[in-house]
């Protein structure tokens, strides 16, 4: 990643990150929400950037379609992973900064992961049809 890149987007999730510990302690003593999504976001998305990772040898430049995981249903499924991760840290926060946060990042990840599938269709020939950008079987 360009240097230029890797600044705002750091700088951005610090600020959401403190922002966000503090809209939590705002709200210490409200009830819990009963399913904690959290901790199934964070290990789905390191479980696909793992694959991702994996995906090309030291010398090797080319592109390729990811495989493993659920990128048979999804081209995107580590940004499916990271906003689970962001609703249920919602579901924690309990306010409306996070909460419209989520949102924003939903709408975001949504643009990105619709404009790689669009990509891989116009690189890739073969690239199967029927995989979604976002979510399996929908979108």
């Known amino acids: 990643m360009i240097l230029d890149s890797v600044i705002p987007i750091s700088l951005s999730y610090f600020l959401s990150t403190v922002t966000a510990i503090y809209a939590q302690y705002l709200t210490q ?3 819990e929400p009963e399913v904690d999504l959290k901790y199934a976001g964070i290990s789905g998305n390191f479980y696909h950037h793992l694959i991702l990772s994996k ?3 030291k010398d090797d430049k ?3 379609i990811p495989k493993g995981g659920l990128f048979g249903l999804v081209i ?3 940004y499916l992973f990271e906003i689970i991760d ?5 579901c924690i926060s309990q306010t409306l900064y996070v ?6 990042t939903v709408l975001y990840l ?3 992961s619709y404009v790689t599938r669009r990509w891989y269709l116009s690189k890739f020939p073969n690239f199967p049809k029927n995989v979604k950008a976002l979510i399996p079987f929908v979108f």
């Open 29 to 31: 003593g409200l009830p």
């Open 55 to 57: 995906l090309r040898n």
């Open 62 to 64: 080319g592109y390729k």
């Open 76 to 78: 995107c499924p580590h």
């Open 86 to 90: 962001f609703v249920g840290i919602s």
């Open 99 to 104: 909460l419209s946060f989520t949102l924003g």
């Open 110 to 112: 949504m643009g990105r």
